[in-house]
């Protein structure tokens, strides 16, 4: 018996009361026993309980009382009520009341024991699954999508005005830029977040089993089929799915899904019968859809059923700002993950990181910093803890291996100069001419850049 439960017993009935709580002691719970509705009520609002076991009937505060009470304050337990007149009419009243079961006097201690051993399972299954529910909202709050670069403000602005909503939404990005983490995000703190979230990855399922995946199948209805299968959309009932690489979907597929989204039912492979549906549809791509409609490889009337509102996710490239955020954010999560203490980076490594071109985005970014903290005995990240093809591209730009004094000497300030303008000149064009992602890349100010933009004529 697991000694961490608890019951509170509710009678009047003071030999009824004593012998319970003897019994169940005896079985390893921790017991309280009060008389009165009104001493269970002052119990209630200091300390809390598996289980309570109430007689109906008492003087005052009866038992469908302390039902109420425990239903409108959420309380974290379930309620067995205990009656001496058993009837059809007691049972219907107590169980649309919420309580869990009842039990008729004379007690039968054997049936009793079981009833509490399940409404304490019941309690700690919806503790644990309030849990887990509180875990996912806090894994994908949005301050959790990391950057404060003028790229990425618009989709968080974005998607601050959509979660009110239940609009379809396609969101378009490069691979790698967090698509799913934006989907989730978006179901997590809006109106369905308490439902289910079901993501299916459409370019990583066979053509000939998406159909299957999606819509569901009956027993039979193809070879392998050997009993009725519900697909992601029936899953996904009441809450949203997620169609990941939408832009894969053969077009056959295209049609059916397209007939899903307007009459919001779904036809499993192999019936004749329709269910109806309540979900949310949200998609992603990293494929230019509108250039597939124009090659005929997407349907046109799917598309704009699917880019009701769209989300544009910027590549890494284009968030130069945020790659220190982000180097950060990524060494205390994966350090956390891996229960270390959190390790440093470098400025000459962040440099180097912001000097990348990151064709993987996020997500190989997010790879680069576990490599890095896997592998290294230090507390720190350096260059030397980099993949060469990002460590070699800051040595290559800073440390100017080939630069020598000629023999007859330089105009130091001259070479200054030169050095300073050939590095400008790599900053904006590493920067597609943005003034304050070039001067990010050089670490210094926007004003002190255009100042020696200006002094070298380099508009």
């Known amino acids: ?12 009935e003071s030999g009824s009361r004593e012998s319970l709580t003897l019994l169940f002691a005896r079985e390893g719970y921790q017991v309280e026993a009060v008389a009165a509705g009104e001493d269970a009520l002052s119990l209630l609002s200091k300390k809390s309980y598996d289980v309570i076991v109430t007689d109906l009937f008492l003087p005052g505060v009866s038992g469908i009382d302390i039902l109420k009470h425990v239903k409108e304050n959420s309380l974290p337990c379930n309620v067995i ?15 649309k009341e919420g309580a869990f079961d009842y039990i008729t006097k004379p007690l039968n201690f054997e049936k009793l024991k079981v009833l509490v051993a399940k409404a304490i399972e019941k309690s700690r299954l919806v503790a644990e699954n309030l849990y887990l529910r509180q875990q996912l909202r806090g894994k994908y709050k949005f301050d959790n999508i990391i950057g404060n670069s ?8 974005r998607m601050e005005k959509i979660l009110v909503t239940d609009s379809t939404v396609l969101i378009l990005g490069e691979s790698g830029t967090g698509k799913e983490l934006v989907a989730r995000a978006i179901h997590y703190n809006g109106l369905r977040k308490t439902k289910p979230f ?38 996904a009932n009441k809450g949203t799915i997620f169609l990941d690489e939408i832009g894969t979907m053969p077009l056959q ?5 397209l007939r899903v989204l307007q009459e919001q039912e779904v036809e499993r492979v192999g019936s004749t019968s329709h269910t109806k549906l309540d979900v949310r549809v949200i998609s992603a791509t990293h494929a230019d859809l509108e250039e597939r409609v124009h090659r005929g490889d997407f ?3 799917l598309y704009y059923r699917l880019n009701v509102i769209p989300i544009h996710l910027p590549p890494l490239r284009d968030r130069l700002e945020d790659i220190p955020l982000l180097a950060k954010h990524f060494l205390r999560k994966i350090c956390t993950d891996m229960r270390r203490p959190v390790l440093e980076i470098t400025q000459n490594a962040v440099r180097a990181l912001e000097g990348y071109k990151w064709p993987g985005n996020v997500r190989e970014m997010e790879n680069v910093i576990e490599r890095a ?10 260059l030397q803890d980099l993949p060469p093809q990002i460590s070699g591209v800051a040595q290559e730009n800073s440390l100017f291996p080939t630069l020598q004094i000629p023999e007859g000497g330089l105009d130091l ?5 030169q050095i300073e303008q050939t590095l400008i000149k790599q900053a904006m064009d590493k920067s597609s001419n943005i003034k304050a992602r070039a001067a990010s890349l050089l670490n210094i100010n926007r004003t002190t850049l255009v100042e020696k933009i200006k002094r070298y004529d380099m508009n």
């Open 373 to 382: 903290i896997a592998l290294t005995d230090s507390t720190i990240i350096d």
């Open 299 to 301: 349907r046109e009337d």
């Open 253 to 257: 597929l295209q049609m059916k899904l």
């Open 198 to 235: 079901i993501a299916i990855n459409c370019g990583a399922i066979p053509a000939e089993l998406l159909e299957s995946e999606l819509f569901g199948h009956m027993r039979g209805s193809f070879t392998g089929a050997v009993a009725d299968k519900p697909g992601k959309f029936e899953l």
């Open 81 to 95: 009520l205990i009656t001496g007149h058993a009837s059809a009419e007691t049972a219907v009243k107590a169980m």
């Open 1 to 12: 018996m697991n000694n961490a439960a608890s019951i509170l017993f509710i009678d009047d």
């Open 150 to 157: 003028p790229a990425i403000q618009p989709v968080f602005a």
């Open 413 to 417: 300030a001259e070479a200054i100069a």
